[in-house]
């Protein structure tokens, strides 16, 4: 080490009162660097038995001495003494024996059994290697952060009791190892810490920012093992356009290490106080946790979304978990409810339009999969009947693949069965049974060959048909059912070779599929609404993506994919067009690009250079008039720190009269700059870009802002902290358009934010 380097480091310190005294212990740190390892042991120059026992201490040194008349050790010169998982490091070492103490003078470096680090300059320990009287005192704390105090004893019960201490999880050197002032400390009058339960105690903690003493902490604790304790977290403070002014509080209650409760309360200056709870549990099967708000505030209608004259207790609760019972089987399952449907946007709790309650219990092996599942949805679009919101029970799926092949290809069994039932609205359930045979072979000249065939019957029920208000969507009251044949052959083709520097791979692909006339009209169609010509669905055996559609006649799908990498670069695109041997296709609307003989190309163009560049460009172009029917965009330039981020899409497909299939105009910005090394700016937005001619639903004129958001941020190895201003642009009943600001606050290691 060079002389400067040495000064820089001598000079290290985390600001605390000692000043001086802590340069040197800390400079000690620097030195000994990391705490003792295994490695550090070798066989000792002496082994001696304490005076607890069954305790053995070994140590070794330069020099030892002993004095038999007193029963005293006496070892000099990069003393080692270790017991069990405790250690000593000092430049001497004094042992009486007779009285069981031992004195560590010059370069001090103790390491508990839990794995924390003490340096001082002078001690005085017990053979259990556990510290009396010391002054000038720095601690590691094996989960992170530095405690420093002028001096420090042990009580009579065993805590260790600092005085004039602070505390910070900040580095104090920089990567060139020289002086960095903390971003933030803690300082108190007294820190006890009880190495029974890992607990470090503040009294008179007061906490400094960038040297300015800004808030008191009352109550101050933590754990060295990094476990949580109970305790109140810091206030989160939040003004927005609906509920004024937000301070909000909880209390953390640590009641094993398993399980744990957080309460709060919120308390607005436009709306009346709101409670919150979260429950957390870690079982040996799984875990689970509940979440619940409550207040009691006016109702909103849920078509209007205007507030009604009564208070009425509003709230959500949402709960879930997985339990994994055997290697096999698990359970899955997530509930969530709101009382009203703008409760959780007024509150700002979530953005969701709709809540998904499921549960699932599955079985998995090697062959094969069982689920039971069900799931209900709540609508929270204002204007939506709940009534013709579907509620799915039971939904059932099992499928088995044969270990040995047939014909040597792998065959695959499914049974499957649905229910639907709505309140105000169409009822269907239907079950279907199917085997699936693929044989994939790779030929001389490199070509992949599969083969699949596939056999299916259907059965389905259904009424109240003529409340499902698309008519292609109703299917035939009653009882129904079909047989569904499949067969295809898929031709792959890949060539390599070197081009612009690198590796070039082109993949010719063509596939045939061919399927009799099937019944697809009379069956209700539930699951299989959005059908869309895409990339990701051009060489699928069915472009439906569910199952109560299914593709019938002979069609030719043919198209390429092409890849290329050089050092940091790759860049694929994939290409493709499908022809249809027959053109009646009344289950495929005109504007899917799927509907007539032959289909519209669709693609997609990735391009990726290291971590700082990821382009995605999807599309679909007709194939008569060339116009852009998909215009997909998604970008991201940039590092971690400071980056652009794009997603723009646009669906031009003129389909009227099916709701599923409207077209749509978006654009997602968002951008964050760094400046000042931890600092930095960010924003983001979404807007509608739809006008009445796309959509006559919509509003917009073909500019309409939906959200944005502006920032300023400070991060740097142990805090963060930043200010955020939120504009929505759109009222949704007593959640009201207009700005909300933020103020996020967190410490490294002690969980506030």
Known sequence: MSPPQQQCLQASSIRLPLQGALCASLAVALAWGTPLAAQDVVEPVATEQAAQPGRIIAFRADNLDYDDTGDVVTASGNVLMSSEDQSVRADEVRWDRRSGTIYANGNVRLVDNGGNQLYTESAELTERFEAGAIAEVLVALSAGGR??????????GGDVVLRDAAYTACPVIDPEGCDKTPSWRITASKVIFDPETNRISFNGAMLELFGARILPMPGLAFRTDGRAISGFLVPDLRVSESNGVEVSGSYHWRIADNKDLTVGTHLYTKATPMVSGEWRHLTDRGAYQITGYATHSRRITDFTGEPTSERDLRGYFAANGR?????????????????????????????????????????IDQNSYFSL????????????????????LPVLDYRYRIADPVVGGTVELQANSLSLVRKDGQDTQRAFASARWDLRRLTGLGQVVTLTALGRGDIYHSDENLLTATESYRGEAGWQGRGIAVGAIDVEWPFVGEAFGGTQVLKPRLQLVASPSIRNLE???EDARAIDLEDSNLFSLNRFPGYDRVEDGVRLTYGFDWEVQRPGWRVKTTIGQSYRFDTQRQILPDGTGLSERVSDFVGRTEVRYRDRVKLTHRFRVDKDSLAVRRNEFDATIGSERTYVEVGYLRLNRDIAGIEDLQDREELRAAARIAFARYWSVFGAGVFNLTDKREDPTFTSDGFQPIRTRLGIAYRDECLEFG???????????????????????????????
Do not use: C, H, M
């Open 723 to 753: 200010l955020t201003w939120r504009r929505d642009y759109v009222n949704a009943g007593d959640a009201a358009r207009g700005d909300t600001f933020q103020l996020t606050f967190a410490l490294r290691n002690l969980g506030l934010r």
């Open 147 to 156: 405690l420093a105090a002028k001096g420090g004893e042990r009580s009579e």
């Open 373 to 392: 599942a069900g799931w209900a949805t709540q609508t929270l679009r204002l204007g939506q009947p709940q009534g013709q919101v579907p509620v799915a």
């Open 323 to 363: 339990f994994q019972f055997t290697p096999e089987w698990s359970l899955t399952s997530s509930i969530r409810v709101a009382s009203d449907r703008t409760f959780l946007r007024r509150y700002d709790i979530s953005r969701d339009d709709r809540l998904r309650s499921t549960i699932n219990l599955e079985r």
């Open 523 to 525: 069956i209700p169609n």
